[in-house]
């Protein structure tokens, strides 16, 4: 079957225990005890100036961003994109905000730039619209054509919608699969 990604996002609430600075000032992760665990939260640029790099270990946070699955490393990577600090804060709790299961919001996102649409994507596409007709779903689900997905090399490229699954090298065989995985209750 074809590649996924699965992102999903996340809260926690817990103590900080230290940062992971890298090029001198530069902080790369925060690290952050949550009851028994330790989490390594990966802190993207655009958040960096925000945090105050002087903070002191066992200061409460609140932290909620996307988590997603490296399939070459193994591991889930959390990614902050909102961090609090908590003078009285709740239990402290790591929360993984469950994707939706809406039929009823459903979009499949395929890329219509030429290298995938050469690698079968036409086809692909086709096939969608046949398989959705035939199970009902073609006012719940939606086929929009999108640009280049970054992808190229690895088309056609597939993103089902809300659950943010991407999908590379479909295959037109594939497709019933991937309508029933994520759209059949």
Same mark, same amino acid.
């Given at each position: 079957m074809?590649?996924?990604?699965t992102?999903? +996002?996340?809260r926690?609430i817990?103590?900080?225990?230290?940062?992971?600075?890298?090029k001198?000032?530069?902080?790369?992760?925060?690290? $952050?005890?949550?009851?028994?665990? &330790?989490y390594?939260?990966?802190?993207?640029?655009?958040? !960096? @100036?925000?945090?105050?790099?002087? $903070?002191?270990?066992?200061?409460? %946070?609140?932290? $909620?961003?996307? !988590? &997603?699955?490296k399939k070459k490393?193994?591991?889930?990577? %959390?990614?902050?994109?909102?961090?609090?600090?908590?003078?009285?804060?709740?239990?402290?709790?790591?929360?993984?905000?469950?994707?939706t299961? @809406?039929?009823?919001?459903?979009?499949?996102?395929?890329?219509?730039?030429?290298?995938?649409?050469? !690698?079968?994507?036409?086809?692909v596409?086709?096939?969608l &619209?046949?398989?959705? &007709? +035939? +199970?009902g *779903?073609?006012?719940?689900?939606k086929?929009?054509?999108t640009?280049c997905?970054?992808?190229c090399?690895?088309?056609?490229?597939?993103?089902? $919608?809300?659950?943010?699954?991407?999908?590379?090298q479909?295959?037109p065989?594939?497709?019933?699969?991937? *309508?029933?995985?994520?759209?059949?209750?």
């Open positions: 074809s590649k996924t990604t992102i999903s +996002q996340f926690l817990g103590q900080l225990e230290s940062f992971v600075i890298k001198g000032d530069k902080i790369k992760y925060l690290r $952050m005890k949550v009851e028994d665990k &330790e390594w939260l990966k802190i993207p640029k655009k958040l !960096r @100036s925000e945090i105050d790099i002087n $903070m002191i270990p066992g200061t409460w %946070l609140e932290v $909620m961003g996307n !988590r &997603e699955f490393k193994g591991f889930f990577e %959390l990614e902050a994109s909102q961090l609090k600090l908590l003078a009285n804060p709740d239990t402290p709790c790591a929360l993984i905000v469950p994707e299961e @809406s039929s009823s919001a459903g979009k499949i996102l395929v890329c219509q730039k030429s290298s995938c649409w050469k !690698r079968g994507g036409k086809t596409c086709q096939q &619209e046949q398989e959705l &007709e +035939q +199970q *779903l073609s006012d719940q689900v086929i929009k054509l640009g997905l970054k992808q090399k690895k088309g056609p490229n597939v993103v089902i $919608m809300p659950h943010k699954a991407r999908y590379c479909v295959k065989g594939e497709v019933q699969g991937l *309508l029933t995985k994520h759209f059949t209750p």
